[in-house]
């Protein structure tokens, strides 16, 4: 069986890379292109083709439906109507990117996509119904209050707003996070590794969830190929939605996995809500980019891009590994944990622009 996840894997890993290199042509050819210094935020120094999560996109999907059919794979944990919701989804958000990429829409019209994504998923029923106690005690029901809406189906209020709410989290996530080269991506490549290997625990055994993880993963690190420094293609608006758009539906599929996807990209989340916090103070909106993010403290401090990735990389590895051999308290514990560690590095970054002011 390792066999066969191997070779899917490696279709998946060979088939981005060379999809990549279309992409990159592509993207070239039109014109989307990142251009240097156009606003505060870009670091790097001569013109970079954009839409690289096209790649990504097509390269999971051609073999999720390709092997997951003709192997006859799918079965009560991966159903034809979640790869459906999931490639409907991912569509939109590749479309809004294009358009984004090319036109640089404002953000009160980017928002739309990735709303319409979550919603999307909503309705091709992906929410779980009840979700693992980390207190002990068994499991917590979230399908207490529900919504009849007749032939179109129901509204399950709690589990519906969970995902909502953590899709939309994880899609702001590595869109925020996408500022370094290769540090969506890599993050993004060890979450799917290790929701793949708490997937294949005998007390979590989803093979078709593992399965469409590894997938994921290959087609990540394919484009990691092309994407790590000194990148020459970037995701784009659409790919940087998508990678977390996709995790996120893993996580909430194998109906187990938040806690160990948390404690991969905790450290990514939680400084993309202490960001947010700060715009909201400075009345700034959002999703406008300046530099406050962590990874660029980090290069601010003396820290190589690659020596900053890979810093990242590391802290993902090291909580994601965790989650193979932690309890749901214990996870609990080491989110606790991660939560300390983020309200460390904000008082550093808030004590390096103290200096800087004086």
Partial sequence: ???????YFLVSFF???????????LMYKLQI????????????KKRIPLGG??????????????????????????TSRHLLGLFLGGAVLMVGGFLDDKYTMPAKH?????????????????????????FGGGMLALDQWVISLGSFG???????FLVFFWLMGMMLTTKLLDGLDGLVTGIVSIGAIMIFFVSRQPAWLQPEVGLLSLIFA????GFLLWNFYPAKIFL??????FTGFLLGSLAIISGSKIATTLLVVGIPMLDVLRVVIRRHQKKQSIVTGDKEHLHFQLLHSGFSQRQAVLLFYAIALLFGLTALFLQDRQQLIALFFLLALMVVAGFWVARGEQKKEV
């Fill in 154 to 160: 129901n509204i399950i209020l709690l589990a519906d």
């Fill in 33 to 44: 292109v990142d251009r240097p210094r156009a606003n505060g935020r870009k670091i790097h």
């Fill in 218 to 221: 290959g087609a990540c690190l």
């Fill in 1 to 7: 069986m390792w066999n066969v996840y191997l070779g």
């Fill in 53 to 78: 999560g096209l790649a990504i996109f097509l390269s999971f999907f051609a073999v999720a439906f390709s092997v997951l059919y003709s192997g006859g794979l799918l079965g009560n944990d991966i």
């Fill in 236 to 241: 784009g608006q659409g790919g940087s939605l």
């Fill in 110 to 134: 980017q928002i739309w996509f990735p709303v319409l994504a979550a919603l999307l998923m909503i309705g091709f029923g992906i929410g779980p119904h009840a979700v693992s106690n980390p």
């Fill in 15 to 25: 088939l981005s890379v060379v999809l990549t290199a279309g992409v990159y042509a």
